[in-house]
């Protein structure tokens, strides 16, 4: 079955670049969610979207931003990257965010590594 | 707020014994509870999940969990453990809006 693609896997970037991560949700999923995870840390949600419009944003600092396309896949957009954006990057998708028990898949995440 | 909470960052096991994960969960309405399991440098991977039918719910690879809302817990268990279950558990709660609130995770090293 088809899971959450998300790219790149692997990513170096100096301080004060832009990033941009991808995410390809499970097909008719309608939601996605962004979630950071720091070393050692519990994944952060950062934003979410239903239905290509932004359905509820956390911790996300002003510096990101986020979108999802017309194909229900989405990107997050990084600048002025600093040595703590470092992180496991996860996106999630699932259908219908309203049903609380449908089950929120992840996908394998991007690691984000700022020098 | 809902929330959850995972007692023991690091549980440490050996190799058939009982696996025990604690979860308690904060939450003002009927929770929708999940854990995930993560290996290392992996993605997060569902193992089961609370929806309010049975209170007990069986997950893959071995693992249950019961609701006990008269405790609100949910903890994770398995009756044996595996050295291929050693890895990073974490409980979450789905909040209004859809989105997951995850507890600070437990490692769980299996001696053999």
């Known amino acids: 079955a088809a899971g959450v693609i998300q790219s790149p896997r692997h990513l170096i970037k100096e301080k004060r670049e832009t990033a941009t991560l991808k995410c390809y949700p499970i097909?008719?999923?309608?939601?996605v969610y962004w979630y950071q995870q720091g070393p050692g840390q519990d994944p952060q949600f950062l934003i979410s979207?239903?239905?290509?419009?932004?359905?509820d944003k956390g911790s996300i600092p002003d510096r990101f931003s986020a979108q999802q396309f017309s194909d229900y896949h989405s990107e997050l957009n990084m600048s002025s990257l600093e040595l703590g954006d470092s992180a496991l990057y996860f996106c999630?998708?699932?259908?219908?965010?309203?049903?609380?028990?449908?089950?929120?898949?992840f996908g394998e995440g991007s690691w984000l590594t700022v020098v | 707020a809902q929330s959850v909470t995972q007692l023991g960052s690091h549980v440490s096991v050996s190799e058939g014994a009982l696996v025990l994960l604690r979860c308690n969960y904060s939450?003002?309405?009927?929770?929708?509870l999940f854990w995930y399991v993560q290996y290392p440098n992996q993605g997060l991977q569902l193992l089961l999940k609370?929806?309010?039918?049975?209170?007990l719910v069986k997950g893959i690879n071995g693992f249950e969990a019961e609701f006990k809302k008269s405790e609100t817990s949910f903890h994770l268990t398995k009756p044996s453990a595996h050295m291929s279950d050693a890895a990073e558990y974490f409980c979450?709660?789905?909040?209004?809006?859809?989105?997951?609130?995850f507890g600070q995770g437990t490692e769980l090293s299996v001696k053999p």
């Open positions: 999630a998708s699932t259908t219908s965010s309203r049903d609380r028990g449908n089950t929120i898949y």
């Open positions: 097909p008719r999923h309608d939601t």
């Open positions: 979207f239903y239905e290509k419009m932004q359905s």
């Open positions: 939450s003002s309405v009927p929770p929708y």
């Open positions: 609370y929806t309010s039918a049975a209170t």
């Open positions: 979450a709660v789905r909040v209004r809006g859809g989105k997951l609130i």
